[in-house]
């Protein structure tokens, strides 16, 4: 089937400026997680959703950094005034969370440049 | 917290040949998961192989084989017989068993020459 889809690939905006990345996880996946993975650094959880529970929100490196998730599918993460510091490959995944272990599948990302 | 430190941030292994890749941790958990994670050219990550800790016996994948030293908070990957399709850059993760947060090393970048 089709895996985790993020959109889009590529955004380049200007300091500033709003920014609203997308994310399709696998159909039937209960748990979304959205990293973000700068140049040289590894992987960066910045939130986390599971069914209808409360996200998990303590990785968020601001209140410029906000993560909805609509019917318990989709999701969008929205970076508000963006600033240079914030250009980095924005990673998606989902799990199915049917045990502890069960694998992330990831997004191909979207690589944000804020100019 | 959990520290995930991968040391070596790039590597190469001849076609054929085996390669180990290191990761170490820092955690006062005792019941965790630690994985490993491929990312090629095309970004998308795809788990390599993952270990419970309270498992002694290192997990295996095929060619992929791990050496998880819980005292030593080691989980070490080994490639073998390395292929061409294997460049691409290895995180290490580890997971508190019950918790959300998955942390990520910085990655270690493997390129195989043929």
């Known amino acids: 089937g089709a895996g985790v889809s993020q959109s889009p690939s590529n955004k380049v905006t200007e300091k500033g400026k709003d920014v609203e990345l997308r994310c399709d996880p696998i159909s039937g996946h209960t748990a979304l997680y959205w990293y973000r993975q700068s140049l040289g650094q590894g992987l960066e959880f910045l939130i986390y959703f599971q069914g209808n529970s409360a996200p998990d929100k303590s990785g968020l490196p601001s209140d410029r950094f906000s993560a909805e998730r609509t019917g318990g599918s989709v999701s969008t993460l929205t970076i508000q005034r963006t600033q240079q510091e914030d250009s980095a490959v924005y990673l998606c995944?989902?799990?199915?969370?049917?045990?502890?272990?069960?694998?992330?599948?990831f997004g191909n990302g979207t690589r944000l440049t804020v100019t | 917290a959990q520290t995930v430190t991968q040391s070596q941030p790039e590597m190469s292994v001849q076609e054929a040949e085996t390669v180990t890749l290191s990761c170490t941790y820092d955690t006062s958990e005792n019941n965790y998961y630690l994985f490993w994670y491929k990312q090629p050219p095309s970004r998308q990550m795809i788990l390599v192989i993952r270990q419970e800790a309270y498992k002694q016996q290192n997990a295996t994948e095929n060619r992929f084989s791990v050496n998880f030293q819980k005292a030593a908070k080691s989980f070490s990957l080994k490639i073998s017989d390395s292929q061409l399709g294997d460049t691409a850059m290895y995180f290490c993760?580890?997971?508190?068993?019950?918790?959300?947060?998955?942390?990520f090393g910085a990655g270690t970048r493997l390129t195989v020459k043929p």
């Open positions: 995944a989902s799990s199915s969370r049917t045990a502890d272990n069960s694998p992330l599948h």
């Open positions: 993760a580890f997971m508190k068993r019950g918790n959300n947060d998955m942390r």
